[in-house]
């Protein structure tokens, strides 16, 4: 009887080591490879942290290469030596990191591939924008710009890394783009598209080239950094016309300076960071998953800046709560664990509290992890369905915009027919107006039709009266009315 009782007693100490060492160790490891740390990368970054922590099997261990092609290759090998469960790569140079992705998807890592495209076929699954879709965005940006101006248009282009694929594929996508819209004539005779390189130092590079030329009509830079510090360098170089100015990556840098009024516009540049994720999370549960997924790119203007920059002070928000609440988790969990081996020992020790020790052990257990799914998984589930939301009201701010953007000289436009339109009762489209924009429909319809009207009268020689009777005022005194309220001026003063 003893010898039976003392094997239960053997075979419950086992039993509760093997359950107080179980702590929750990632069960996947992520190497990420980026080729830089600039403010774009730190965007994918941020992306893919808030990302895992909707996945707690997983862990990232991210390496810098800081622009060097041998030293992301020696980071992809070391990741290859450390037997990764998955690599993520933002190549440098695509050819020269070629190489080092061969071998790693060879060794039977799984390899994602971001932004820049690897040659070849020894990759999992690519996920990138469209570089040469960002110069013709550019160009569909100068032809605007040309259409409104009265005399023939001067545009300097800042490129990026001189060689890079990126800086490459954006200005022939600009020239080709400009070439295919008929522009080519103009810009041939007046020699219009001047470029400099302003990847080291775009403020001084601009400003140099601004104080020996003082023909400038517009500027578009191949990121948002540079755009900045190219609106900085018209500022301080006293520039004696208005330069108008386009960014591209649409990071909350650029966001932030068309909000302002620094910058016009910003070509979006997906980064994606949670989608490279989520199909790492695919790919490692041998589920399907898009092998091949181009990012589209959009233009961004100041309508649609202020809520976008919004959602992403909002999404900094939300991975703050995460990391807070999943700390708050490790915290627990560690404090079980401890208090697991503590009692196993206990049980070590004294024989005779054996069954004792194991009934509060496993009390402990249930009672922490029912604090645990009380307290800590609602607010995870909530913080998530926050996301989820946030994401939907981007895409309907983008189809409330462009619903009135189509109507603003319809008589027609309404709350009802919005409301009819989105498919949404009153009260629920007053709520979400209000919610993502800071206004009412009407009041936010208004607005639109003001800064439609500010365009006519810039670029058109039609009246106020005319411009208030086409845009639905009721007469031209409300117009004048409102045109003040927004501007701080009446119509046609400066």
Not at 51 to 75: F, W
Not at 241 to 253: A, E, P, S, Y
Not at 311 to 318: C, G, K, P, T, V
Request: aromatic residues 8%; negative net charge.
């Amino acid at each position: 009887m003893e010898k039976k009782v003392l094997t239960y007693y053997f075979f419950f100490v086992v039993v509760l080591l093997n359950v107080g060492c179980n702590t929750r160790q990632p069960q996947y490891t992520i190497g990420v490879s980026q080729c830089f740390d600039d403010a774009w990368r730190q965007k994918m970054n941020a992306e893919m942290e808030r990302e895992v922590l909707l996945h707690p099997n997983m862990i990232l261990t991210k390496r810098i290469a800081y622009g060097s092609d041998e030293v992301q290759c020696a980071q992809i090998d070391s990741f290859i030596r450390e037997r990764v469960d998955l690599l993520i790569v933002s190549p440098n140079t695509a050819e020269e990191v070629r190489p080092a992705v061969t071998r790693a998807y060879r060794a039977g890592i799984p390899v994602i591939v971001a932004d820049r495209r690897v040659p070849g076929e020894d990759w999992t699954a690519f996920i990138g924008g469209d570089n040469y879709q960002v110069g013709q965005l550019m160009a569909e940006w100068i032809r605007t710009v040309q259409a409104e101006t009265a005399h023939p248009l001067h545009v300097l282009e800042v490129s990026g890394l001189q060689g890079s694929s990126p800086e490459a594929l954006r200005h022939k996508g600009m020239m080709e783009g400009l070439e295919s819209g008929q522009q080519s004539a103009v810009i041939g005779q007046q020699s219009a598209i001047r470029s400099i390189d302003g990847a080291t130092d775009a403020y001084h590079a601009v400003r140099e080239y601004l104080n020996e030329h003082r023909d400038v009509d517009a500027i578009v830079a191949q990121n948002d950094l540079m755009a900045v510090a190219a609106a900085d360098a018209v500022r301080d170089s006293k520039y004696d016309r208005h330069v108008r100015i386009m960014g591209v990556d649409g990071i909350i840098v650029g966001l932030q300076a068309i909000v302002d009024g620094k910058i016009e516009c910003t070509a979006e540049y997906p980064s994606r960071g949670d989608l490279l994720i989520q199909t790492a999370a695919h790919v490692l549960a041998g589920e399907p998953f898009t092998r091949d997924t181009v990012l589209e790119t959009v233009m961004i203007d100041a309508a649609s800046a202020h809520p976008l920059l919004r959602q992403y002070q909002a999404n900094i928000h939300d991975q703050q709560t995460l990391r807070i609440v999943q700390l708050q988790s490790d915290i627990r969990w560690q404090k079980m664990h401890t208090e697991r081996m503590v009692m196993i020992g206990v049980i070590v020790l004294v024989g005779l509290l054996f069954f004792f020790a194991l009934a509060i052990v496993i009390y402990m257990q249930r009672r922490m992890q029912a604090k645990i799914k009380r307290d800590i998984l609602p607010q995870l589930e909530e913080v998530q369905e926050a996301i989820q939301l946030s994401h939907r009201d981007v895409a309907f701010a983008e189809r409330l915009k462009q619903l009135i953007d189509d109507h603003l000289t319809d008589p027609n436009l309404s709350v009802e027919y919005l409301a009819e339109a989105l498919q949404i009762d009153r009260t629920q489209l007053f709520r979400r107006v209000k919610a993502i924009v800071g206004k009412g429909p009407m009041e936010y319809i208004r607005e639109q039709r003001l800064i439609r009207a500010n365009e006519m009268l810039r670029n058109t020689d039609k009246t106020v009266k005319q411009i208030a009777r086409e845009l639905c005022f009721s007469n031209p005194g409300y117009f004048s009315k409102y045109y003040k309220e927004y501007y701080g001026h009446l119509p046609g003063q400066r």
